[in-house]
């Protein structure tokens, strides 16, 4: 009866505005709103407070009791229970029996509760909790309401997994959840997985989101051939918003204790990252071993911008000991570079030292160093129809090899085109005039002051056709682009010139298309010629999406080369190789791309590259390709992530290299090859509701005849943490179209946790 007299006395207002509406006492406007207002919410001072009961008593302006199914709400916070108690005077509300609580979409049930509404603060008795956006839930002996954001749970379980049985949980003596600075701290914890013990500590933090913090990080473990069982313990230091730094002191079986670091800073006008590692008693070598490295760049000091490019290590075994990827292990010339970049006007200037730190294979054919290096490039375009530009180029050349020549070479070179492009084609004549001088320290009993002027001439040409075909049932729009490109540049003798920087240009689609066969500033090629190149597209009309392309191309040469680079031989056909290259997008989830290298002459092979990618969105990964470079490289490549099982997943790849032959890069004769695995990755892993474990096996070649095999074994708790040794940058770089796997949910809607 009671309950009723409550519900008419809320009524009453609106029954009466009815009868004086009726009664023609005035007009009732009611205004529709079309949208959610969130005005309401921003409110925090004399929020209204609303109740409902089977029974409603108490005693006006002091407290409120609700009985049976009772339920108390204010804008943020709602509470349930068999009895609530609301104290005006306090704004505190004391509930038992079958508690809930749901507040800033946080859940919380238990048999007794009191809580502060204005200032979240009070204490919930034998509480269960769920937090939904960290997916977190467990049991505490008390929760503790530490005002808005912050809970306290004492002697509590936490855990991401399934209530009815956790896989892990976090047993901790207290845990603090601060939602304000979204981290977790807690005393006295331990991780029990599968009803084990693996961890325990006196003290703990961990992020409730991807914020960074200080604090240790989780140890991983991990074991290779070179260095046995390693323990890595990271400590990473937030040091300010724009700066930070990890220390990661690791411990190696057979080579002792690394020390390493990585600095990484953003200011203003630079920004960087220092790293180094430094083993001071290497126990295989009885020797200090390290590398370091920093790459910064800073830009808008005095107009200038510019980049330091520095890497030196202790020895040449460095990286075959040390490293823990085939890309690392390669490292044969670190550089040690400074440049400086500044735009005036039209006009750009650029000065340079870079020098190199030579290792291994390299100390018998290390590459030019800079010292100094001052260029300055000139462009301007559509000026009365033409485009100019221009490049001025003085360098002093060194090489830390006995007997080479050595000096200062000065390069000007200016260019200009008159481009005529109309709808469906264009026209590009262009006329460049090649100018060197030399003045040599050293030439081999040659003469050291040495000049040359080459003028270059080249035509470019094409046209594009368009039409609408039907293909396989659908429309699309079909191009067809036929395109001429003819070159002449003079012969002028360069037997005595010296080589710097200069190499045979790749034969591909893009240098079919240059007037120079030669990439660098000391050898201009004598050519007369003309390519002849025909493209083809399939587009979709409606986004422009290219999902088929075939390309042709070849040169005709109408002369002999006369021009080369020492040990290099003269090209004596008049047609060059055809090159073909295909690309298709053949479904949503599947594509190819390839290209080929056919030799007229000898109907061979010189080049094939091929590609076929299986990439659905359920992340399956299914990645075949062919490599082949005549005498130098011969390689199939295969790479997966691929369901096995309801959770198990196999990850790998294998790169296979055939050649038993190839060509030597430092004496350019053939030389014997041992066919074999170049890289390869095997992996497992194992996904339950909330947690995973992978197993991932590396084994790549390091120098020659030398190879590192490497284990990597974790175990991630979901929204905890990951321990054991990270392969995520070893799946990422074997396995293209590899994803991380996410370590938050996404970033709820701005209703998430109404209820």
């Known amino acids: 009866m009671a309950s009723l007299h409550h519900r008419l006395a809320a009524l009453a207002p609106i029954l009466a505005c009815l009868s004086a509406h009726a009664a023609g006492e005035g007009a009732l406007a009611l205004r529709l709103e079309r949208q959610l207002s969130e005005s309401g919410a921003a409110l925090v001072e004399g929020r209204p407070v609303f109740g409902s009961a089977q029974l409603l008593s108490g005693r006006a302006g002091r407290e409120l009791t609700l009985s049976g199914d009772a339920e108390l709400r204010r804008a943020g916070t709602v509470v349930r229970g068999d009895r609530i108690t609301y104290y005006v005077e306090d704004d505190e509300v004391v509930a038992v029996g079958a508690v809930r609580v749901v507040r800033q979409g946080n859940v919380f049930t238990g048999p007794e509760l009191r809580l502060k509404l204005d200032t979240n603060e009070g204490f919930f008795a034998q509480p269960s909790y769920y937090l939904p956006l960290y997916g977190g839930r467990g049991d505490a002996a008390r929760i503790d309401f530490l005002g808005e954001g912050r809970i306290a749970l004492r002697d509590a379980i ?13 047993r901790t003596e207290s845990l ?25 500590t006196p003290y703990f933090s961990f992020p409730l989101s991807d914020e960074r913090r200080s604090g240790v990080l989780a140890p991983t473990f991990s ?72 790459q910064q760049s800073f830009a808008g000091i005095g107009g200038w911008g510019g980049a330091v490019n520095w890497r030196g290590v202790s020895d040449d075994d460095y990286f075959v000991d040390y490293s823990r990827s085939i890309v690392a292990s390669s490292e044969r010339s670190l550089p040690r570079v400074v440049l400086a970049t500044r735009g005036i006007g039209d006009w750009s200037l650029l000065v340079r030292a870079s020098s190199f730190q030579n290792i291994l294979e390299a100390r018998q054919a290390p590459p030019y160093e800079r010292l100094p290096q001052v260029s300055a490039t000139w462009a301007k375009y559509d000026f009365a129809g033409f485009d100019g530009e221009a490049l001025f180029d003085a360098t002093m050349f060194r090489i830390p090899l006995a007997g080479a020549p050595e000096g200062v070479r000065l390069v000007a070179h200016p260019r200009m085109s008159y481009p005529i492009v109309r709808p469906g084609w264009f026209v590009v004549p262009k006329l460049g005039l090649h100018l060197s001088s030399y003045q040599l320290e050293t030439n081999a009993g040659q003469d050291t002051t040495l000049n040359r002027a080459v003028p270059v001439f080249s035509l470019d040409a094409g046209m594009v056709f368009d039409r609408k075909v039907s293909l396989f049932g659908r429309e699309v729009t079909q191009t067809l682009e036929p395109r001429l490109f003819y070159a002449r540049a003079p012969y002028r003798d360069q037997s005595e010139f010296p080589v710097f920087d200069s190499a045979v240009a790749d034969f591909n689609f893009a240098q079919l298309f240059s007037e120079n066969t030669f990439i660098g500033n000391d050898r201009i090629a004598d050519v007369d010629q003309l390519t002849t190149a025909l493209v083809s597209r399939v587009l979709d009309p409606g986004t422009g999406a290219q999902t088929l392309a075939l390309a042709f191309g070849q040169r005709l040469y109408f002369s002999d080369q006369r021009v080369t680079i020492p040990g290099e031989a003269a090209r004596t056909d008049t047609r060059s190789d055809i090159l073909i290259a295909a690309a298709a997008q053949l479904t949503s989830t599947m594509s190819i791309d ?76 053939i030389a014997e090859s041992d066919p074999g695995i170049v890289e390869g990755v095997l992996g497992l892993e194992y996904n339950a509701d909330c947690w995973a474990s992978r197993f991932v096996v590396q084994h790549f070649v390091t120098a020659e005849g030398k190879t590192t ?4 074994f974790q175990l991630e708790f979901g929204g905890l943490m990951r321990l054991g040794s990270n392969p995520f940058d070893i ?6 179209g590899y994803r991380l796997p996410q370590d938050r949910p996404a970033v709820p809607s701005r209703f998430f946790g109404y209820e």
């Open 223 to 294: 074991m290779n051939s070179r260095s046995g069982v390693e323990l890595m313990v990271p400590y990473y230091w937030n040091i300010a918003p724009n700066r930070d730094f990890t220390f990661y002191p690791r411990l190696m079986q057979r080579r002792g204790v690394q020390l390493g670091g990585q600095l990484r800073f953003l200011e203003p006008r630079t920004a960087g990252d220092l790293r180094f590692e430094y083993n001071p008693n290497d126990t295989q070598t009885g020797t200090g071993r390290y590398q370091a490295s920093l």
């Open 709 to 712: 095999t490497a284990f990597f």
């Open 176 to 200: 603090t959840l601060d939602q304000t600075k979204e981290e977790a701290t807690g005393r006295s914890a331990s991780l029990v997985f599968k009803d084990r013990t693996i961890l325990a």
């Open 731 to 736: 799946l990422r770089r074997n396995i293209p």
């Open 158 to 170: 936490y855990t991401t997994c399934r209530p009815e049985d956790p896989d892990w949980y976090l």
């Open 594 to 669: 390839s290209g080929l290298q056919y030799a007229v002459g000898d109907s061979k092979l010189p080049r094939l590259n091929l590609l076929w990618r299986y990439l659905p969105p359920d992340g399956r990964i299914l990645n075949l390709g062919v490599r082949y470079l005549q005498d130098e490289i011969g390689q199939i490549d295969g790479s997966w992530r691929w369901p096995i099982g309801r959770q198990w997943t196999a990850l790998g790849r294998a790169n296979y290299s055939w050649l038993k032959e190839r060509i030597d890069p430092l004496t350019g004769v």
